[in-house]
């Protein structure tokens, strides 16, 4: 009886035990009857190297990458794609013959949940909440697809550096600036669609949203890269007042289908990772 897969892929971060992607990749795999397996792999970041040297004589095909490691990892790979240049992270690795090469899943499942739900970014007016990781990605979906973009962060700089990087791809419409009261009440009088990309709303900020229920309006479309807990506060308080709210669950499923089509060259069978994700959020939650 064979017992070993004839590859290997996995998330490497820290934390990861909660993370749903071994149960969508592992499904995802057997659908397309591939013998290939999807682990965990909880990193510190002084253990980044070794783990990314072993990708090799472990046979480990390809890893996804998540916080905090999806900038330093850059250092011990040897190529990227355009996207996770632009970006300057990456969150999905294959290994190609030995020789790695990054990738940024993350602006693509971004730029396949505006297709999904029918947004067109052209002339949008979107303001980003945060200029972390996941702004960067969706920054550059954004702009990319010929939105308005402002950015609000709590470091003034990280605004205006996240801003400035994206002006250069949009001269005039995007701005960075720092999140308080007033830049947040002036743009959001300004703004078509809101993207929370901080993690307030999960973990030990659950409940809480930076958005006062007051500056919601039905005409907003609202979306938060948070997928646990499946409504946020700020998604509450938005569905209170008439706006329409997307949560990150389906981002999260998109930018792994991408990864298993980066990984695989097949189609990557979106529903069923759904299924699955949704399924590992419940579990998670007994
Ligand atoms: P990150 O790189 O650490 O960036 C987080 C951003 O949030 C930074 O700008 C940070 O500001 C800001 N922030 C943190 N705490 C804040 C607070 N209390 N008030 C205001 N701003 C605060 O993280 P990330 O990778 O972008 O992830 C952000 C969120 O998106 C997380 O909840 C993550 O789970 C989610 N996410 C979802 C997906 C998906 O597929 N759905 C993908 C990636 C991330 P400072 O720089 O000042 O700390």
């Not at 996995?10 to 999807?38: E, R, T, W």
């Not at 500056?215 to 329409?244: F, H, Q, S």
Request: hydrophobic share 40%.
């Amino acid at each position: 009886m064979k017992t070993i897969p004839d590859a290997l892929f996995g998330l490497i971060g820290f934390p990861v035990s909660h993370s749903v992607s071994p149960a969508m990749q592992n499904a995802a795999f057997k659908h397309c009857k591939l013998d290939y397996l999807y682990l965990t792999i909880a990193a510190k970041p002084e253990e980044l190297q070794n783990v990314i040297a072993s990708m090799g004589p472990l046979n480990i095909r390809g890893l996804n990458v998540t916080i905090p490691h999806k900038i330093e990892v850059i250092k011990y790979i040897d190529s990227l794609d355009p996207a996770a240049e632009k970006i300057g992270a990456v969150n999905t690795i294959v290994n190609e013959n030995g020789r790695l090469k990054g990738y940024n899943t993350d602006f693509g499942g971004f730029v396949r949940l505006l297709e999904h739900n029918r947004i067109a970014p052209a002339q949008q007016r979107f303001t980003l909440l945060g200029a972390g990781g996941s702004a960067h990605a969706i920054a550059l979906a954004v702009c990319n697809l010929g939105g308005h973009l402002t950015v609000l962060a709590r470091q003034e700089e990280k605004a205006k550096d996240l801003a400035g990087k994206m002006c250069l791809r949009l001269s005039g419409k995007t701005q960075g600036l720092e999140l308080n009261d007033t830049n947040l009440e002036e743009a959001l009088a300004d703004t078509d669609v809101i993207v929370n990309c901080t993690p307030v709303g999960m973990g030990n900020l659950a409940g809480q949203s930076l958005i006062p229920p007051r500056l919601l309006r039905p005409d907003l479309t609202v979306i938060d890269a948070i997928y646990n807990p499946c409504k946020t506060r700020l998604l509450e308080d938005a569905e209170k007042r008439g706006a329409r709210i997307i949560n990150g669950l389906e981002m999260l499923v998109w930018q792994g289908a991408m990864s298993f089509e980066i990984w695989t060259n097949q189609k990557a069978p979106f529903r069923l990772m759904m299924k699955e994700a949704e399924l590992a959020l419940d579990e998670n939650k007994k």
